[in-house]
Structures are given as structure tokens and as C-alpha cells.
């Protein structure tokens, strides 16, 4: 019982010091988030509230950091057709492994990139987890996760 309440004062730690955007920070609508066209494409980052909830994740497009997003936070930036590796890394101190995908850019198109994850508990003694993943949203499901849930981060690229 003293393990359970251990773990449990632990994970409400976690949610109580949550990394986000500044409260300034502009929404989708606001961001001036660019138009894709002829020559590029706009890629879009985002990350809703993904455990480990204190940390900000590293996004990298073609091993050179692009942003670093809290929760509830996206970026973006406009790149040339061609094949993309991007990930997303935690800070070693998470102790959590980060996610690659590989994407054929192509111009005139949205590219809507989630960083996503949940917190799961096993076991008798309550073993808390995390598990993440990245997944490429079409037009429609990213503007309206990213309008929903997050705030702008300036792009590094």
C-alpha cells in the first residue's frame, strides 16, 4: 500500500510541474503559419499533453533541430520535395527512447506530424510506463488538433 501511494504521489508530481508554451505564445490562427505551393511544402510539428509530462521534447529534420515543444505546442517550417527523416527525442533524464519517421516531401502540400504518447500502469506493484509514437495526420485531423490544443513555438530551421 505505502508503493501504491509512493507511485501515485509521484505521477500527481509529474502532472503538477507540466513543460507548456509561454501563455503569450500565439495560437494556429495566429502564428502566421505559412501556404504551401509550387516549390514547398509546409511541415507542421506538434505534441498535445504527451508523458513525460515535465520535459520538452527535441524535434530534428535531417539531424538539425527544428524546435523544442513543450506540451501543447507546435512549430513549422517550410521545406523542398525530397526525403525527410524526422525525430523526436527526450532528454536522457526522461530515461524514455524518442521516435523517427521518414517522409517523401512533396510541394503544394500540408504535412501534419503528432507526437503523441500515453502513461500506462502494470503490474501488481503499479509499474507506471510510457509509450510514444509519431504519426502523420492528413489536412483536416491535424489543423484541428493543432487549433484545439496548441500554442506556437518559433521553428530553429
Given at each position: 500500500?505505502?508503493?501504491?501511494?509512493?507511485?501515485?504521489?509521484?505521477?500527481?508530481?509529474?502532472?503538477?510541474?507540466?513543460?507548456?508554451?509561454?501563455?503569450?505564445?500565439?495560437?494556429?490562427?495566429?502564428?502566421?503559419?505559412?501556404?504551401?505551393?509550387?516549390?514547398?511544402?509546409?511541415?507542421?510539428?506538434?505534441?498535445?499533453?504527451?508523458?513525460?509530462?515535465?520535459?520538452?521534447?527535441?524535434s530534428q529534420v535531417n539531424d538539425k533541430e527544428f524546435a523544442s515543444l513543450?506540451?501543447?505546442?507546435?512549430?513549422?517550417?517550410?521545406?523542398?520535395?525530397?526525403?525527410?527523416?524526422?525525430?523526436?527525442?527526450?532528454?536522457?533524464?526522461?530515461?524514455?527512447?524518442?521516435?523517427?519517421?521518414?517522409?517523401?516531401?512533396?510541394?503544394?502540400?500540408?504535412?501534419?506530424?503528432?507526437?503523441?504518447?500515453?502513461?500506462?500502469?502494470?503490474?501488481?506493484g503499479g509499474v507506471v510506463y510510457s509509450t510514444h509514437d509519431i504519426t502523420?495526420?492528413?489536412?483536416?485531423?491535424?489543423?484541428?488538433?493543432?487549433?484545439?490544443?496548441?500554442?506556437?513555438?518559433?521553428?530553429?530551421?
Amino acid at each position: 500500500m505505502k508503493k501504491m501511494v509512493s507511485r501515485i504521489t509521484f505521477v500527481l508530481f509529474l502532472l503538477a510541474g507540466c513543460a507548456q508554451p509561454s501563455r503569450f505564445a500565439p495560437s494556429y490562427a495566429d502564428a502566421h503559419v505559412g501556404t504551401p505551393d509550387a516549390d514547398k511544402a509546409v511541415l507542421v510539428l506538434y505534441r498535445k499533453t504527451v508523458p513525460p509530462l515535465i520535459y520538452t521534447v527535441t524535434s530534428q529534420v535531417n539531424d538539425k533541430e527544428f524546435a523544442s515543444l513543450p506540451n501543447n505546442a507546435f512549430s513549422w517550417s517550410y521545406l523542398t520535395p525530397g526525403d525527410y527523416e524526422i525525430k523526436m527525442k527526450w532528454p536522457l533524464l526522461a530515461l524514455t527512447p524518442g521516435k523517427t519517421i521518414n517522409l517523401n516531401i512533396e510541394a503544394g502540400k500540408y504535412y501534419f506530424v503528432e507526437f503523441g504518447g500515453d502513461t500506462h500502469i502494470a503490474g501488481v506493484g503499479g509499474v507506471v510506463y510510457s509509450t510514444h509514437d509519431i504519426t502523420l495526420n492528413n489536412y483536416e485531423q491535424g489543423i484541428l488538433a493543432v487549433q484545439n490544443c496548441c500554442k506556437y513555438v518559433p521553428s530553429r530551421l
